[in-house]
């Protein structure tokens, strides 16, 4: 986990000598306050010898403890950089269809806040644990030295304190594990209710939302119960410390009037059991907060174990470039029942358009996750540029397609810079091409900062219609010889259809053209249309009037789609 472990042993080693000195000035109590009493050397030192040896141990505690402080900041900073670098390399060699799996959802608050937290266990806790249990042993060592029936009453409190930590940190995590899975429920929910405040209004659900009253209810209960599971844990460890304390006192009380023990030496170490016992509740705290973080940890776990996509060392060597391939695939998505795809074939040469058509659900745009490789197949092949994707490298692959899907992403930055993110290294000519050819310019004279104008995270500040517009600028940017589209249904007006229709005119000039059609004209245009029903079956392949003439569900197909569209135009 860390980058440089080397660094872990002086810190180790730096904690238990933190530790040493502590224990050591702790248990040098027991001699002065003997000095004290009896106004007499102890071990051939008086008093005024003691005290500066508590001096000495003082200031020599405070300069190691800072030493200490920055071996175990410096570990804490590179076991962060060496984890977010991990989770990097992990995320960048996950499948694009792993990002849709709700763990992807919380990388983010992991990457940000939750690291830091993780970042504290080397910063605030493993030292401080190391450094108290080092002076803790040094205080039993000394209690023994001094006194063998003083050792073995701090000895018996350890294992009752190790008892009680393990019996309380079990509570505390009981409890969590019932409170904390519905608390995530309800967060989603809360989500959901905000995303979809038009749908819950329109449907007039704003006051009773049963969804989300149900995770709250939900969530209230289980938080009732959970606490009351934490509560009784904290309650423990609390009360073991006040009990030890009272066992302690009591023990050597009785010893002192016994006269098993003198009453200076009964006195000396009272103080130092309770300094003892507040060492050992600090061990039980920062065994506590580092608990606290296991959750954290575990998430972390699964983001470090996923599987990486598998790919080969080096790119192969392309033997039908801007071809793509589905030989007899079946594919299912992870959890689901059924197969999304089931046995397709096509073949799309390079240089050609192929459409495909079929009812919604019946698994477009799987077939395009597949070409670009977002899962792996269960199985057939999928071939890229006349290479199985499984052969080729994520780089290679991502290369040779241009992706423009209805859900574009846009970063936050300005119009310009995102249809670069095409082709970084074009020149300012290349890209006012493209987004001319796009119909990004009319976006661009509308916006009051031009091509300079920020669009928002996501591209909040544009419509459905003129992102897509950008998505495809970027494509004919990239120049990619392969580009999957799927052609919007909605949010087109006839500005963004028109500049959609010539901007895949030119795309289909420079590129092999995969798309997912719903227009009459891109369907009937297509060199090939692959009809797909909806099991996810090819129903049919061939051109617009092969497939007409078959008069089978493609042909029912059109004549639903004419009439659809037809009724919209003359309405
Ligand atoms: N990420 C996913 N996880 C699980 N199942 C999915 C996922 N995406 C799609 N499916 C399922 O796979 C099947 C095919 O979906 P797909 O989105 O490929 O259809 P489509 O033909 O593109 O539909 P549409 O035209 O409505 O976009 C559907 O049954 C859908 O529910």
Same mark, same amino acid.
């Given at each position: 986990?860390?980058?440089?472990?080397?660094?872990? !042993?002086?810190?180790?080693?730096?904690?238990?000598?933190?530790?040493?000195?502590?224990?050591?000035?702790?248990?040098?109590?027991?001699?002065?306050?003997?000095?004290?009493?009896?106004?007499?050397?102890?071990?051939?030192?008086?008093?005024?010898?003691?005290?500066?040896?508590?001096?000495?141990?003082?200031?020599?505690?405070?300069?190691?403890?800072?030493?200490?402080?920055?071996?175990?900041?410096?570990?804490?900073?590179?076991?962060?950089?060496?984890?977010?670098?991990?989770?990097?390399?992990?995320?960048?060699?996950?499948?694009?269809?792993?990002?849709?799996?709700?763990?992807?959802?919380?990388?983010?608050?992991?990457?940000?806040?939750?690291?830091?937290?993780?970042?504290?266990?080397?910063?605030?806790?493993?030292?401080?644990?190391?450094?108290?249990?080092?002076?803790?042993?040094?205080?039993?060592?000394?209690?023994?030295?001094?006194?063998?029936?003083?050792?073995?009453?701090?000895?018996?409190?350890?294992?009752?304190?190790?008892?009680?930590?393990?019996?309380?940190?079990?509570?505390?995590?009981?409890?969590?594990?019932?409170?904390?899975?519905?608390?995530?429920?309800?967060?989603?929910?809360?989500?959901?209710?905000?995303?979809?405040?038009?749908?819950?209004?329109?449907?007039? !659900?704003?006051?009773?939302?049963?969804?989300?009253?149900?995770?709250?209810?939900?969530?209230?209960?289980?938080?009732?119960?959970?606490?009351?599971?934490?509560?009784?844990?904290?309650?423990?460890?609390?009360?073991?410390?006040?009990?030890?304390?009272?066992?302690?006192?009591?023990?050597?009380?009785?010893?002192?009037?016994?006269?098993?023990?003198?009453?200076?030496?009964?006195?000396?170490?009272?103080?130092?059991?309770?300094?003892?016992?507040?060492?050992?509740?600090?061990?039980?705290?920062?065994?506590?907060?580092?608990?606290?973080?296991?959750?954290?940890?575990?998430?972390?776990?699964?983001?470090?174990?996923?599987?990486?996509?598998?790919?080969?060392?080096?790119?192969?060597?392309?033997?039908?470039?801007?071809?793509?391939?589905?030989?007899?695939?079946?594919?299912?998505?992870?959890?689901?029942?059924?197969?999304?795809?089931?046995?397709?074939?096509?073949?799309?040469?390079?240089?050609?358009?192929?459409?495909?058509?079929?009812?919604?659900?019946?698994?477009?745009?799987?077939?395009?996750?597949?070409?670009?490789?977002?899962?792996?197949?269960?199985?057939?092949?999928?071939?890229?540029?006349?290479?199985?994707?499984?052969?080729?490298?994520?780089?290679?692959?991502?290369?040779?397609?241009?992706?423009?899907?209805?859900?574009?992403?846009?970063?936050?930055?300005?119009?310009?810079?995102?249809?670069?993110?095409?082709?970084?290294?074009?020149?300012?000519?290349?890209?006012?091409?493209?987004?001319?050819?796009?119909?990004?310019?009319?976006?661009?004279?509308?916006?009051?900062?031009?091509?300079?104008?920020?669009?928002?995270?996501?591209?909040?500040?544009?419509?459905?219609?003129?992102?897509?517009?950008?998505?495809?600028?970027?494509?004919?940017?990239?120049?990619?010889?392969?580009?999957?589209?799927?052609?919007?249904?909605?949010?087109?007006?006839?500005?963004?259809?028109?500049?959609?229709?010539?901007?895949?005119?030119?795309?289909?000039?420079?590129?092999?053209?995969?798309?997912?059609?719903?227009?009459?004209?891109?369907?009937?245009?297509?060199?090939?249309?692959?009809?797909?029903?909806?099991?996810?079956?090819?129903?049919?392949?061939?051109?617009?009037?092969?497939?007409?003439?078959?008069?089978?569900?493609?042909?029912?197909?059109?004549?639903?789609?004419?009439?659809?569209?037809?009724?919209?135009?003359?309405?």
């Amino acid at each position: 986990m860390v980058s440089r472990p080397e660094n872990m !042993r002086p810190a180790i080693v730096g904690s238990m000598i933190v530790g040493l000195v502590e224990g050591c000035a702790l248990a040098a109590l027991l001699p002065t306050v003997t000095a004290l009493a009896e106004d007499g050397p102890v071990w051939g030192l008086g008093l005024a010898g003691w005290l500066w040896i508590l001096g000495i141990l003082a200031v020599l505690s405070f300069g190691l403890n800072y030493l200490s402080e920055r071996t175990n900041y410096a570990v804490a900073l590179d076991f962060l950089r060496s984890l977010h670098r991990l989770v990097g390399d992990q995320v960048a060699k996950q499948p694009l269809g792993w990002f849709a799996r709700p763990i992807a959802g919380a990388l983010s608050r992991m990457v940000s806040s939750e690291l830091m937290s993780a970042g504290e266990i080397f910063a605030h806790m493993f030292g401080p644990l190391v450094s108290r249990s080092t002076a803790a042993f040094v205080i039993i060592v000394a209690a023994w030295f001094w006194d063998p029936a003083l050792g073995a009453i701090l000895t018996v409190a350890v294992p009752v304190f190790v008892f009680i930590t393990l019996a309380s940190t079990a509570l505390l995590r009981r409890g969590r594990a019932i409170h904390e899975p519905p608390e995530v429920t309800l967060a989603n929910r809360i989500v959901e209710y905000a995303q979809c405040q038009g749908a819950i209004r329109s449907c007039d !659900r704003s006051d009773d939302y049963r969804p989300l009253s149900q995770a709250l209810d939900e969530a209230r209960a289980a938080k009732t119960k959970g606490l009351w599971l934490e509560s009784v844990g904290m309650l423990l460890s609390g009360m073991v410390t006040q009990g030890v304390v009272v066992v302690l006192i009591t023990v050597t009380g009785t010893l002192a009037v016994d006269g098993a023990l003198e009453p200076i030496p009964a006195m000396a170490f009272i103080g130092l059991a309770l300094r003892f016992t507040s060492t050992l509740s600090a061990i039980t705290s920062s065994a506590m907060a580092l608990e606290s973080r296991r959750p954290l940890l575990d998430g972390l776990d699964d983001v470090l174990t996923a599987t990486p996509l598998p790919e080969p060392g080096a790119p192969a060597t392309l033997t039908a470039p801007g071809a793509v391939e589905l030989e007899n695939v079946t594919f299912t998505y992870p959890g689901k029942p059924a197969p999304a795809l089931q046995n397709v074939s096509m073949t799309v040469p390079a240089g050609s358009m192929v459409a495909l058509v079929g009812p919604s659900g019946g698994g477009k745009t799987t077939v395009a996750r597949v070409i670009s490789r977002f899962y792996d197949v269960d199985s057939g092949r999928v071939l890229v540029g006349g290479v199985p994707v499984t052969e080729q490298t994520t780089e290679q692959l991502m290369g040779q397609l241009s992706m423009v899907f209805q859900d574009v992403y846009l970063f936050d930055d300005t119009l310009e810079a995102n249809v670069r993110v095409g082709r970084a290294d074009a020149t300012d000519e290349e890209v006012r091409e493209a987004a001319d050819l796009a119909g990004v310019r009319e976006i661009a004279e509308r916006l009051p900062e031009g091509w300079g104008t920020q669009v928002g995270e996501g591209g909040r500040g544009l419509s459905g219609g003129e992102r897509q517009r950008v998505a495809i600028a970027r494509a004919l940017l990239k120049k990619a010889p392969i580009v999957l589209l799927d052609e919007a249904t909605s949010a087109l007006d006839i500005e963004n259809e028109s500049n959609i229709i010539a901007a895949v005119e030119r795309l289909r000039e420079q590129a092999t053209v995969i798309i997912i059609a719903h227009r009459l004209a891109t369907i009937a245009g297509a060199d090939k249309i692959v009809a797909i029903d909806a099991d996810g079956r090819v129903e049919a392949q061939g051109t617009h009037e092969e497939l007409l003439a078959v008069d089978g569900t493609y042909a029912r197909f059109w004549h639903r789609l004419e009439s659809a569209q037809g009724w919209q135009l003359t309405n």
